[in-house]
């Protein structure tokens, strides 16, 4: 008979699969509670005691009402996360933007071709999964921009970055920062970042970047 230690342990190396495989794409929304359940074989308490688990790394949030999402393929510092909030909405945006134009650069040229597969699969149509599971309506830059900076193949970027972001989803949700643009144009600008990046030009990638992260997420007022 499998102990409860060996269902948790179980559990949580499930959904951190799903989550680091990007299957279940950064701002998704989770299955449900009772989904897990049936999914993993496991009770209530276990499939919590996962969701806590990884909720208290950063990689899933839960939002009341509304579901569980997908936060990081990697856990986050709360420290980090806490120091960056404390800065201006600006300067952190500011220095969003400083990252991902280092990371593009990076990308175009240490990208591989695992890398560039998944950037595109990132920017093909949603599964009906996907659309089932349904999108954060709070969301901030997704899973197409962590894949970009895990093609710069730097790591540390990679762990600032999402603090930086956790730090930017808390003033989405205080309203001090919003999207700037639609869908549709977004994944005009991640389409044209993608293309420079698959060239192999840095240049082209810090350009599309720069642009994107002009008119990506903006101060409310």
Same mark, same amino acid.
């Given at each position: &008979?499998?102990?409860?230690?060996?269902?948790? %342990?179980?559990?949580?190396?499930?959904?951190?699969?799903? =989550?680091?495989?990007?299957?279940?794409? =950064?701002?998704?929304?989770?299955?449900?509670?009772?989904?897990? &359940?049936?999914?993993?074989?496991?009770?209530?308490?276990? #499939?919590?005691? !996962?969701? %806590?688990?990884?909720?208290? *790394?950063? &990689?899933?949030?839960?939002?009341?009402?509304?579901?569980?999402?997908?936060?990081?393929? &990697?856990?986050?510092?709360?420290?980090?996360?806490?120091? @960056?909030?404390?800065?201006?909405?600006?300067? =952190?945006?500011?220095?969003? %933007?400083?990252?991902? =134009?280092?990371?593009?650069?990076?990308?175009? *040229? /240490?990208?591989?071709?695992?890398?560039?597969? !998944?950037?595109?699969?990132?920017?093909?149509?949603?599964?009906?999964?996907?659309? $089932?599971?349904?999108?954060?309506?709070?969301?901030?830059?997704?899973?197409? /921009?962590?894949?970009? *900076?895990?093609?710069?193949?730097?790591?540390l970027l990679v762990g600032v970055? $999402? +603090?930086?972001?956790?730090? *930017?989803?808390? $003033? @989405?949700?205080? +309203?001090?920062?919003? /999207?700037?643009?639609?869908?549709? #144009?977004?994944?005009?600008?991640?389409?044209? #970042?993608?293309?420079?990046?698959?060239?192999?030009?840095?240049?082209?990638?810090?350009?599309?970047?720069?642009? /994107?992260?002009?008119?990506?997420?903006?101060?409310?007022?």
């Amino acid at each position: &008979m499998q102990s409860g230690s060996d269902r948790a %342990r179980r559990s949580l190396a499930f959904l951190r699969q799903k =989550i680091s495989s990007g299957e279940w794409p =950064i701002n998704s929304r989770i299955p449900t509670e009772t989904e897990l &359940m049936g999914l993993l074989g496991v009770g209530k308490t276990t #499939v919590r005691e !996962a969701v %806590r688990s990884l909720a208290s *790394l950063g &990689m899933l949030e839960p939002l009341p009402g509304i579901g569980t999402f997908v936060r990081s393929r &990697m856990p986050v510092s709360s420290l980090l996360t806490d120091y @960056i909030a404390e800065f201006s909405t600006a300067e =952190i945006l500011g220095y969003r %933007r400083a990252l991902e =134009i280092e990371a593009a650069q990076q990308a175009a *040229l /240490h990208r591989s071709p695992e890398h560039l597969a !998944a950037m595109r699969r990132a920017l093909e149509p949603p599964s009906a999964d996907q659309v $089932a599971l349904g999108p954060d309506p709070r969301s901030a830059p997704g899973q197409f /921009h962590f894949l970009v *900076l895990e093609a710069s193949g730097n790591t540390l970027l990679v762990g600032v970055y $999402a +603090g930086v972001v956790n730090a *930017l989803r808390r $003033a @989405i949700n205080a +309203g001090t920062v919003v /999207h700037a643009t639609d869908a549709a #144009v977004r994944r005009t600008d991640h389409l044209a #970042v993608l293309q420079a990046i698959e060239t192999g030009d840095p240049a082209a990638a810090a350009h599309a970047m720069a642009h /994107h992260s002009d008119r990506d997420l903006v101060p409310s007022n």
